[in-house]
């Protein structure tokens, strides 16, 4: 007698759902060196051009009279501002690193000596524009350049080139936390440089003096943040601490870019030259910007939630935050560089 046969077992099937292993851990195809070039490439052309040629398009739209080296002076200051983001984005970011508990050993290697040279170097070129009455060429001449200094644009950006190099001679040290004094002076500077007011400058400086570093602080910050993920891309807990870390001060900070941002353009700008300025369309386009970026962080806070189920699942959107948060300040470096509107009585 043949041995009874065992009924057939229906086919294994592999499990399916949001979580399965082949969706959440496969990771995606790296681009090819060419692409890789390509997109850097892309990336750098927009950085110069954005600068270079926004000011002219929003003003001969609206047919004002353009600053001399208008195109010239947005770009420079989109470089002091990128740098100082990162520097005192570092700084901030190397602190909440060391207050994750069972963190990985090491680091993202530092950022802060190249950001502050590249702040030298644009300072000084603020500082030639000026000399120059907007040819850096022309400022080169050693009476122009005298003259430059007894001027507040001068004066400013002297004083910025100074503090720049003393923040990278801190940073090359082996006491990088002292930077934070000059790049203080740094950003008190900016405050003083934005757009002089005649009535109340108090407030005004106030208000850029808060504006721009809580918008450093969450800009240079996030960008820490996201390359010591990756540097900790094994240990996904540690990596997830440290975005939730960084996600409870950011809130607080937008709220005060808000707060101080409108303030400020409640002050400045006029509602009905809103449109009928250049200095009015890109500080709309910024605040479509900035909608996009709190969009995106809302979503990167969400998925922060889902980490302990699929790891990496809040870098997406943190990354795309992060691209938005530069296109925020190549905007802002435009807005700079535009003619002022009349101020309202």
């Keep these: 007698m043949k041995p009874p046969m065992d009924p057939p077992q229906p086919a294994s099937r592999p499990p399916s759902g949001p979580f399965?292993?082949?969706?959440?851990?496969?990771?995606?195809?790296?681009?090819?060196?060419?692409?890789?070039?390509?997109?850097?490439?892309?990336?750098?052309?927009?950085?110069?051009?954005?600068?270079?040629?926004?000011?002219?398009?929003?003003?001969?739209?609206?047919?004002?009279?353009?600053?001399?080296?208008?195109?010239?002076?947005?770009?420079?200051?989109?470089?002091?501002?990128?740098?100082?983001?990162?520097?005192?984005?570092?700084?901030a970011g190397v602190r909440l690193a060391r207050r994750v508990a069972g963190a990985p050993a090491g680091l993202p290697r530092p950022w802060?000596?190249?950001?502050?040279?590249?702040?030298?170097?644009?300072?000084?070129?603020?500082?030639?524009?000026?000399?120059?009455?907007?040819?850096?060429?022309a400022g080169l001449s050693g009476p122009a350049l005298v003259e430059a200094y007894g001027t507040r644009p001068g004066l400013l950006a002297l004083l910025e080139a100074n503090a720049f190099l003393l923040a990278a001679l801190c940073a090359a040290s082996g006491r990088p936390g002292w930077a934070a004094v000059p790049l203080a002076a740094i950003v008190f500077g900016e405050a003083l440089r934005a757009h002089p007011e005649p009535y109340t400058p108090e407030t005004g400086t106030a208000l850029t003096l808060a504006h721009l570093t809580a918008t450093a602080l969450w800009t240079g910050g996030l960008l820490y943040v996201l390359r010591t993920r990756w540097r900790w891309r094994h240990d996904a807990a540690a990596g997830r601490e440290l975005l939730t870390r960084y996600a409870r001060p950011a809130a607080l900070l937008f709220a005060a870019i808000t707060a101080t941002g409108v303030c400020s353009t409640l002050r400045r700008l006029p509602l009905a030259e809103t449109l009928a300025t250049g200095y009015g369309r890109v500080?709309?386009?910024?605040?479509?910007?900035?909608?996009?970026?709190?969009?995106?962080?809302?979503?990167?806070?969400?998925?922060?939630?889902?980490?302990?189920?699929?790891?990496?699942?809040?870098?997406?959107?943190?990354?795309?935050?992060?691209?938005?948060?530069?296109?925020?300040?190549?905007?802002?470096?435009?807005?700079?560089?535009?003619?002022?509107?009349?101020?309202?009585?």
């Design 283 to 345: 500080l709309l386009a910024k605040l479509v910007l900035v909608l996009v970026v709190s969009g995106l962080a809302l979503a990167a806070r969400g998925r922060l939630r889902r980490e302990a189920a699929v790891p990496g699942a809040a870098t997406r959107p943190a990354r795309a935050e992060l691209v938005a948060l530069a296109a925020v300040v190549l905007v802002s470096a435009v807005l700079t560089a535009v003619p002022l509107p009349p101020t309202p009585v």
């Design 20 to 91: 399965t292993v082949g969706r959440t851990c496969a990771p995606p195809a790296p681009l090819s060196p060419a692409r890789r070039v390509l997109a850097l490439a892309a990336s750098a052309a927009v950085v110069v051009l954005v600068p270079l040629l926004g000011t002219g398009l929003v003003v001969d739209e609206s047919y004002e009279v353009r600053l001399p080296g208008d195109g010239a002076t947005a770009l420079l200051r989109a470089v002091l501002l990128a740098a100082l983001c990162v520097h005192i984005g570092e700084l």
């Design 112 to 137: 802060a000596v190249r950001a502050a040279w590249a702040g030298v170097a644009a300072a000084v070129g603020q500082l030639l524009l000026v000399a120059g009455s907007g040819s850096p060429v």
